[in-house]
């Protein structure tokens, strides 16, 4: 961890990044007059972005060949996350939809997360190219997250992510150059957005409602332009975003795979299978709860039950059904499930599950241990053994995030907020799910919280979508060590 932090690549990911949001605020304009609405807004936040934008290109782009080490990227990942939200709430500002700047800075963190936790209790009154832009915010971040877990954290060693993603059985780079594997991975990603809006369509969803919708799923985020998400639509459309959900939760390189007829490498892959059965038992148990204790058809019960599941353990956060009028112990589980995820190298929050199947694993072979002391036993993960450096990592991380929510909880709980809300809220900002439990269930929204309870909620998104270690690090007096 020892070096000085070279600053000009570190500006110059930044500066790409203005960018990169700055031309989305472009389209957003463009939206804006489609429907007859002020493109004022989005034009002037461009302008913001690109503005420092070009002062840091100029002044970084004739440094070529910079090398990032592990400090240039735990800042810049730091970095740039929180600048793309600092200028994503610029709309909502200079529009008035979202006046307060906690809020629209709330609302901007939970949209480039993938959170899907908001402020707003009247969405369907917003502008169209307000809504777009929110749900767009979605689709940028998770491309970024998926770039950011399959391509960088494996190099940080952050919470052994480069066991579950580029070193394990898939230890064979999808392509030979990471800037072709990005391109790549955009492009399934830009397939699987295209494929459900497509499939929307033919739902009788319109177009920009299809968009938006398919942007908050990809990238497992959970805005919708309607105030009911997902829940006044169609059984068909409930169960295509359903679907999609699902293939979200899982890790991109699954998607490659599968692209490319590598069944065997899928086969291998043991996080998807437990990421599957997880789905399954939770799902149908929620299923039987509804029709046997709410005596609703079966096919509704099934519908329902495991769009919440899903919904929930991919942490997209769309809703069908207020889930806490269901039994408590049903939505108790839900509680639980917050801190499931879904797989690693998607665009799901959460602990992810390859780190529950790790910890499973953990737990075996510590009986397996018991029964024959003398055995040498290691904990294997798609047919290779875990170091025990990387094993201890793994673990520390599930103990630091639990810790994390405890503390966030707790601090919660001091500001007046109640400890169901404190406890959903904390552990929904965490996950990025989005919905919690309390007063800030699927039938509700966090506009009513403190002010100081937003800035700690959002800063429990960014901690939680980026890894926790990522930005404590920085925190730590090594970091800055010369």
Known sequence: MNGIINFNIVFKVISRNLFIVAGALLVSAVIALIFSEPPGPFIFASLVAITPGVVLHLLTHQQEGDRLTRKDAYLTVTLSWLTISLVGCLPYIFSGAIPLFI???????????????????????????????????????????????????????????????????????????????????????VALTFIETVLLLFGGMDLFESVCHAFGTIATGGFSPKNNSIGDYSPYIQYVVMIFMLLSGMNFIIHFFLVNREFEKIRANEEVKFYLVVVLLIGFFMTFTLF???????????????????????????????????????????????????????????????????????????????ISPNAVLSVRLNGNAIQEESNVSILTFMIIYLAVFVVGTVLLVLMGVDWK??????????????????????????????????????????????????????????????
């Open 421 to 482: 809300t404190s406890g959903g809220s904390a552990a929904t900002c965490m996950a990025g799910i989005g919905p919690g439990i309390g007063t800030v269930g699927p039938a509700a929204n966090f506009a009513h919280l403190p002010a100081l309870a937003k800035v700690l909620l959002t800063m429990l998104m960014l901690l939680g979508r980026l890894e926790i270690y990522t930005i404590l690090i920085l925190f730590t007096r090594n970091f800055w060590k010369v």
């Open 103 to 189: 809020n629209a800075f709330f609302e901007s963190v939970s949209g480039f997360t993938t959170t899907g936790s908001s402020i707003l209790t009247e969405i369907e009154s917003l502008p169209k190219s307000i809504l777009f832009w929110r749900s767009l915010t979605h689709w940028i971040g998770g491309i970024g997250i998926i770039v950011l877990v399959i391509l960088l954290m494996p190099m940080l060693q952050i919470g052994g992510y480069h066991l579950f993603t580029l070193e394990s059985s898939m230890q064979e780079k999808i392509v030979p150059k990471t800037k072709s594997a990005g391109y790549r991975l955009l492009l399934i990603y």
């Open 292 to 370: 046997f204790q709410m005596d609703k058809p079966f096919e509704l019960s099934f519908r329902e039950g495991f769009f919440q599941v899903i919904s929930v353990v991919t942490c997209t956060g769309y809703a069908t059904a207020d889930y806490l009028q269901w039994p408590r112990y049903a939505w108790i589980i839900l509680f639980f499930a917050m801190f499931l995820g879904g797989s690693t190298g998607s665009t799901a929050g959460g602990i992810k599950m390859a780190r529950h199947l790790v910890l499973y694993k953990n737990i075996s072979r510590t009986f397996r241990q018991l």
